[in-house]
């Protein structure tokens, strides 16, 4: 793919955490109260952001494997698992943010007709509470989170099941990670990076396969799409 206009998708499926919105300092709380109630010292925002992406149950693998050598054993991880998930339904609002400029753009795609999902890793119970807080700024035919036994992205069912909920023949994602690419790519859509979040501290128009588009924030991406049948500089090809 090379940064060449796009054509208008039937939807566009958005990643959460990192691309939507900046959720670390609340997982970062979660965690640590997680890790105290294990006797356990915290970790901080950096730390945290490098672990998103892959799920909350990797997240809390990669937190005692940081502070508990020992860790590892499958019921001591699920232990801390439902630790961190009880915690974070107490906090999960706190302190996140929504992106400056994602309500807009979310606006702007809905204004054309074009429909919205989130497919994302964070389990379905806390994208659901979330996404509904927040349905008249960020407005979703559908939201799709991590299920007991069903796969997480870079899988790419849940992008299929939200374009199959919806009647979608065509579709663009976008997110922060590699995982949100893979998924993209092993349906054959079209994948936009947004180098807002948490792609473990590695740029993300060095994934390969490229990206379609890279931009820095969401201001970017708003631009390009209310403008992109005419040269835009903001557009950058990978």
């Known amino acids: 793919m090379t940064g060449q206009p796009l054509r ?39 730390e945290v952001r490098n672990w998103v992406g892959n799920g909350t149950w990797r997240l809390v693998e990669r937190a005692l494997g940081l502070r508990d050598a020992s860790a590892g054993d499958p019921a001591d991880v699920r232990e801390a698992y439902e630790r961190f998930h009880a915690h974070y339904a107490a906090c999960c609002m706190d302190r996140t943010r929504i992106f400056e400029n994602a309500p807009e753009l979310i606006r702007a795609i809905r204004d054309r007709n074009i429909r919205t999902a989130i497919v994302t890793n964070k ?46 023949r065509t579709a663009w994602m976008v997110g922060d990670s590699e995982v949100d690419g893979l998924a993209a790519r092993a349906l054959g859509l079209d994948f936009i990076g947004v180098r807002l979040g948490y792609n473990q501290g590695r740029d993300i128009a060095e994934m390969r396969p490229a990206p379609s588009l890279v931009f820095d924030d969401l201001g970017d ?18």
Request: overall charge negative; hydrophobic content about 35%.
């Open 8 to 46: 208008d998708p039937d939807i566009i499926l958005f990643d959460l955490d990192g691309t939507l919105i900046d959720s670390v300092p609340d997982l970062t709380e979660a965690t640590n109260r997680m890790l105290s109630d294990r006797g356990l010292p915290p970790v901080g925002d950096h």
């Open 123 to 168: 389990p379905d119970v806390h994208a659901q509470r979330m996404m509904g807080a927040w349905s008249s700024l960020l407005p979703m035919d559908v939201v799709i989170g991590q299920r007991d036994g069903h796969p997480r992205k870079p899988d790419p069912t849940m992008l299929r099941q939200a374009m199959e909920a919806c009647g979608s």
């Open 221 to 238: 991406l708003l631009a390009w799409f209310h403008g992109r049948n005419r040269s835009d500089p903001r557009m950058i090809s990978p």
